[in-house]
């Protein structure tokens, strides 16, 4: 790891004016559990960490009837939170699901959530590909067993985070900080496909903080998370989908499907959210929904696998928010 | 005569003993070379080769000496030197601090030239491929042939034909290789993370051109090794010329990246294998032609069929290929579980052909028992612990995604003893004892079992006594390989403990007016064989020494060692056909070892064999990029082993054979695990995967090709 | 490697020390970030070494070092508490686990600087003498320890779940398990020392 300074930001005021504009300069450090690999591996190199580990964490109601929850939570304060279950299963399945123990207790919501890719050929400095400025994906024709199987390229990672699958499934907002004031963004605006940002995969300027997730009242929305990992002791999934049900009796009003693991970004399929809508869920119109989830996947040669795992995600998590 | 004692009278052996060095390793007090700090030490750190082949045209250490903190550093490979593999040596720095050592490393200027490289066998064996090895990418063909293989085939009813594979595993050991480095003038102390002191002394000596009496190797706990771990490690060696350099004691220990790339593998295994089997369920014959990688210039042999089931007509025909990767090293029982897998399975795909149980074919086809080969005896404890008998036909026929099966495998190994092992044991006037011998505890127990078979030679309580092992400076022992370490040193140390027990007796029987054979050694206490009022008290026996401890040499006795075990393993597996998954819920074992030791530490390898073929049989898998060569996982996060989670129920049945000598049981317990586990799956699911890991693509492309009528 | 800037406003060792000892908050000197806006000043510290002070096992402990350096590091390298081990040194292997505030922590993937005022514990403050924790005493009687270079992590790990749930189901000892990984294959035993082991005071 190479050196650098530090600033322990006593509030989001402070960690605001320590960060800068330029990119990869000067990062906010919050659990570490993501940046410090890629510090260690010189894929970041920043010459300043600014710990934003003081910041807001609480995990709150909301006027509206929804939830605030800082950044600054750690997963396993969301994946224990009771009423966070209550209201929003999807998201605190995800959390309980994230890592480990020793990650979950350290890991926070805003550090899941802005997690870089894991994609081997971006995390080995040997490989010069084009998310580090390099002139090729190398997963095109290499080892692309976990790469994306929707999105198109023209750099194949899958994003990472377990929790952004859920929160663009249940409509969140996320408030960003910045020297300007805030602002904030829906879940499924913050995060960006590769052609339009090569170099991250959100629109958080360098000098920005997203600080809260903001949860819309849950009303009558039945949502669960399903994902599919490998070794069941720790491993990244394989696939993942987020399904938000917006129930009316038994019928489905609207729903909301997002898969994770399989794009550059949570990947949501409105095909399937249409077949579910007006339905009532049972074995067959989850598996009819599962299809279109993933009738324009676009697999790579070697993840054609991940279609079917994806598939299953989907119907499962579909079956699992009904209560099936 | 050396003897063991008779079996009625053992106080420890054959007993469930804790480890006497457990609370050493529990509370954390054990120090591992990993942890050994000398006054002054400076950190090491190796450059390693970014490029999987590369002609080095200079290094460049300036910039990296002036960092400060740095006291030494040099180039490994000279000007004009290749590098065949990622992470081979090229130059080294050691630094007052680990960082201060790694900011250096980074500011080595090498100037590479590019060569060409072979990143799978596949391109290694293309026609096109450039020759990269200098006698060829490809060895000629070997032949390994009994009977007449091509007219038992061509008179055979039911033939199983297929191509098999087996990965490349990595050892990942824990504590990674390393060592720490102190001279002291011409003399060298070495800390080291091995198997093997005495190995590592001799390559130490050999590297650095100096007397092997120079050498001292110390290894009292070690992390780990597995194989990976038996011979000198060159970066010890370049410890000890930094510590030469910088006039300073030297630690280095690899990262765990390098550890993956550099400390070897278990070779890759594939096998075309053609075999046959008579209507009556007797095997004919066995055709295989066979390849396989251990990286650059190393090969990767493996005996096919696996030596269990006769074959009456058997040919292997073998190539090994050279790619540019890390060179494979032992691991844990060495072609073992290729060939055992490729074998096993095909077994069972000629049980389906021919409609048979796969338990009824193999016992119809074992040998004729021999003491070491048992399988007949213990496929029947195996089936009746796992629940054969509720055991389906291949696939499954139970409705839903989730399908059970259960699949089974045997095992075989040499063990045995190396004659040349020595101990020593002193008896001293205060009645301490001490048995010394340069073997090592690499987390097998070893320690444990040099100190109970002094103390149940004196009749001690296992505290009162102490084993000294990890030394140089001690009688010779063998490197922990090949299951060999509990053959070699039990037999020796018995040996050498009864000669001190001897000596004590002579001193003592004249006061007590017996002749020194009437006297025995238990329960604290020296005494007549026929009366144990009459005795002394250890203490006082030990008295009488006066000044002068009494010592006993051990040799090597093959009487009290012996050679072979045998075993099976049972797997019961789930598998969800709509993810690919695999989940092992049990798996039984009935294993042999001769005579138990240690029934606990016993009971551990056979745990931890099993589990490593979990690993083996699902997750692991050294994945390197096609294009470059590189290794895309050389960490603990897609490089998979296995967790709590994924660990099954084990059942291990231990078969004790105490009128046999002892014999080693390292290796036997991961060798059946992934072959019964594979069968499992293809019961479970009524499609074969024919290939190791058992991933979830390799499981829905094999239903994908049954559905598709390719296969059964 | 540049040391502390003795030049920069508002430095004082004086003030430097106290500050440090007042718990808590990294120490910082006044300096100007890198591309930030000239009137926004911040406290930074390093990139050389910095005072911090640890509280391990109960003792504070003074030391210096950049901020880079890991809290494993730092205990292992500056402090010689070599009981906890480093194993993939990427945060998926367990064996660098220490309790912070009672909650278990990757010391590998955190800086020893994000750790002053907490009260960190290690395997090294376990025993109480010679006198083993019950967990330890546990692993040694159910042979949970093989080669032992994974142990201390996975005793640790098990003494911060018995001092949350004194009786944890296999299933949940599992789970709390599944952070840590050992290569000899010692797990079915070290669940059942998890599982059997009794005594351990709710933390």
């Given at each position: 790891m190479k050196a650098f300074a530090y600033v322990n930001a006593a509030n989001e005021k402070e960690a605001i004016a320590a960060l800068g504009p330029e990119r990869g300069r000067i990062l906010p450090l919050a659990g570490g559990m993501d940046l410090l690999g890629l510090m260690k591996d010189y894929i970041a190199q920043p010459e300043r960490l600014v710990n934003v580990k003081n910041l807001d964490r609480a995990i709150a109601k909301a006027p509206d009837g929804g939830l605030r929850i800082g950044a600054a939570a750690t997963l396993v304060d969301l994946a224990g939170h009771a009423e966070a279950a209550r209201m929003y299963p999807a998201l605190v399945q995800a959390a309980a699901e994230v890592g480990t123990p020793q990650i979950r207790n350290s890991g926070t919501v805003g550090g899941n959530l802005n997690q870089r890719p894991r994609c081997w050929y971006f995390r080995n400095e040997e490989f010069a590909c084009l998310k580090k400025?390099?002139?090729?994906?190398?997963a095109v024709d290499g080892e692309n067993q976990f790469h994306a199987i929707f999105g198109g390229g023209p750099c194949h990672i899958v994003h990472p985070s377990s929790l952004a699958v859920p929160a663009v499934a249940l409509g969140a907002r996320f408030r960003i900080a910045g020297p300007a004031g805030e602002r904030e963004v829906k879940a499924e605006d913050y995060f960006m496909m590769p052609d339009r940002n090569l170099f991250g995969e959100t629109v958080l300027a360098p000098n920005e903080l997203l600080t809260h997730v903001l949860l819309p009242a849950p009303g009558a929305v039945k949502s669960a998370t399903y994902d599919v990992r490998y070794r069941q002791s720790h491993d990244w999934p394989l696939a993942t989908a987020s399904v938000a049900l917006d129930m009316n009796g038994t019928a489905v009003r609207g729903a909301r499907i997002v898969m994770g693991a399989v794009a550059p970004i949570p990947w949501r399929v409105p095909e399937a959210e249409r077949a579910l809508a007006g339905r009532t869920i049972d074995e067959q119109t989850a598996m009819a929904a599962a299809d279109a989830a993933v009738a324009g996947a676009k697999p790579m040669s070697g993840n054609q696998y991940k279609v079917q795992i994806a598939r299953t995600a989907v119907k499962r998590a579909i079956l699992k928010a009904a209560g099936l | 005569m050396a003897s063991w004692p008779p079996v009625a009278d053992r106080e420890l052996l054959g007993k469930s003993i804790q480890r006497i060095d457990g609370p050493e390793k529990a509370s954390g007090r054990a120090k591992y070379t990993y942890d050994i700090v000398r006054p002054g030490m400076l950190f090491g750190r190796i450059l390693g080769s970014p490029h999987a082949h590369a002609r080095i045209k200079s290094v460049d250490l300036a910039a990296a000496q002036k960092v400060r903190g740095v006291k030494a550093a040099l180039a490994v490979v000279d000007p004009g030197g290749e590098v065949n593999y990622q992470g081979e040596e090229i130059a080294a720095v050691a630094a007052t601090t680990e960082e201060a050592a790694e900011d250096a490393i980074r500011l080595i200027e090498v100037e590479y030239d590019i060569l060409p490289h072979l990143a799978t066998v596949e391109q290694a064996m293309s026609r096109d491929a450039p020759q990269v090895f200098e006698n060829g990418n490809v060895t000629k063909p070997s032949t390994r042939q009994d009977g007449d293989v091509d007219t038992a085939l061509a008179g055979a009813t039911h033939i199983v034909e297929g191509l098999y594979h087996t990965q490349v595993q990595t050892h990942t050991s824990l504590e990674t290789h390393g060592g720490m480095c102190e001279w002291d003038g011409d003399k060298l102390t070495a800390w080291v993370s091995t198997q093997g002191i005495n190995a590592s002394r001799e390559g130490l000596a050999q590297t650095l051109k100096i007397p092997q009496a120079n050498v001292r190797v110390l290894t009292q706990y070690m992390g780990g090794g597995f194989g990976s771990k038996l011979s000198g490690d060159v970066q010890v060696a370049i410890a000890a010329r930094l510590a030469k350099l910088a006039n300073a004691p030297v630690k280095i220990m690899l990262d765990r990246k390098t550890e993956h790339l550099v400390t070897g593998n278990r070779p890759s295994a594939y096998a075309q294998v053609r075999a046959a089997a008579d209507a009556q369920g007797k095997f004919v014959a066995w055709d295989a032609q066979t390849w396989g990688t251990g990286g650059a210039g190393q090969g990767a042999g493996f005996p096919l069929p696996y030596q269990v089931y006769v074959w009456p007509n058997r040919r292997q025909v073998h190539r090994d290929v050279y790619i540019n990767a890390g060179p494979q090293r032992a691991f844990r029982a060495p072609g073992h579980p290729q060939s055992c897998f490729i074998t096993e399975v095909v077994v069972d795909e000629l049980a389906d052909l021919l409609k048979i149980d796969p338990l009824e074919l193999r016992l119809r086809n074992l040998p004729d028992v021999a003491p070491n080969q048992q399988w007949r005896k213990y496929f029947p404890i195996g089936a009746q612990k796992i629940g054969w008998s509720t055991r389906h036909p291949t696939g499954d026929p139970t409705a839903g995604p989730i399908k059970r099966g259960m699949g089974c495998a045997s095992n075989r190994w040499a063990g045995g003893g190396n004659p040349r092992t020595r101990a020593s044991c002193e008896i001293m006037p205060d009645g301490s004892v001490v048995t010394r011998i340069a073997t090592q505890d690499i987390g097998t127990g070893t320690r444990t079992l040099v100190a109970m078979i002094t103390a149940e030679t004196m009749g001690l309580p296992l505290a009162q006594v102490q084993a000294a092992i990890g030394d140089t400076d001690y009688p010779f022992a063998p490197g922990s390989g090949g299951s060999i370490t509990v053959g070699s040193i039990s037999p020796t140390v018995r040996v050498a403990c009864e000669n001190a027990r001897d000596g004590l007796f002579a001193r003592v029987a004249p006061g007590l007016g017996v002749e020194p054979a009437a006297l025995v050694a238990k329960d604290g206490r020296v005494h007549p064989r026929d009366d144990a009022s009459k005795g002394v008290s250890w203490k006082e026996a030990c008295r009488q020494l006066g000044t002068a401890s009494v010592t006993g040499d051990g040799a090597f006795d093959r009487a009290l060692a012996t050679v072979g075990t045998s075993g099976v393993q049972f797997a019961d597996v789930e598998v969800d056909i709509e993810t690919g998954i695999t989940h092992v819920k049990k798996i039984a074992c009935v294993q042999d070892c001769g005579m138990v030791v240690d029934r606990l530490t016993a009971e551990s390898q056979c745990y931890g064999g099993i589990i490593m073929g979990t690993g083996f049989a699902l997750f692991e898998n050294r994945i390197l990029d096609r294009n470059t060569a590189l290794m895309v996982n050389p960490n603990m996060e897609w490089y998979l082993v296995p967790g709590m989670s994924d660990v099954p129920e084990i059942d291990v049945t231990i078969v004790d054979q105490p009128e046999r000598g002892v014999v080693g049981l390292?290796?036997?317990?991961?060798?059946s695990t992934a072959a019964a586990i594979a069968n499992a799956v293809a019961n479970a699911i009524g499609a074969r995967v024919r290939r190791l890991p058992i991933t979830p693509d390799a499981v829905l492309a094999a239903l994908d090709e049954a559905r598709a009528g390719g296969t059964q | 490697m540049p040391s502390r800037r003795k030049d920069q406003p508002g430095f004082s060792r004086r003030s430097f020390l106290k500050t440090v000892s007042a718990g808590g908050v990294a120490a910082g000197v006044l300096a100007k970030a890198p591309g930030v806006s000239a009137q926004a000043a911040v406290h930074a510290v390093g990139p050389g070494a910095v005072p911090i002070t640890l509280t391990i096992n109960g003792r504070a402990h003074h030391l210096e070092v950049e901020?880079?350096?890991t809290l494993l590091d730092a205990v292992r390298n500056r402090l010689d508490l070599t009981g906890t081990k480093r194993v993939c040194d990427r945060g998926a292997c367990g064996a660098c686990t220490m309790i912070v505030d009672g909650r278990t922590i990757y010391a590998c993937s955190t800086l020893a600087i994000e750790h002053q005022g907490r009260n960190i514990r290690t395997i090294d403050g376990l025993t109480t003498g010679t006198v083993l924790h019950p967990v330890q005493q546990a692993f040694c009687e159910h042979d949970g320890l093989m080669c032992g270079f994974c142990t201390p992590g996975f005793v640790t790990a098990t003494v911060a779940l018995l001092e949350r749930n004194p009786n944890p189901t296999p299933e949940e000892a599992r789970k709390a398990l599944d952070g840590n990984i050992c290569r000899c294959g010692t797990y079915v035993r070290v669940l059942e020392a998890a599982l059997t082991t009794k005594g351990v005071r709710r933390g």
């Open positions: 400025g390099g002139s090729r994906c190398f | 390292g290796e036997p317990p991961v060798i | 901020p880079r350096v």
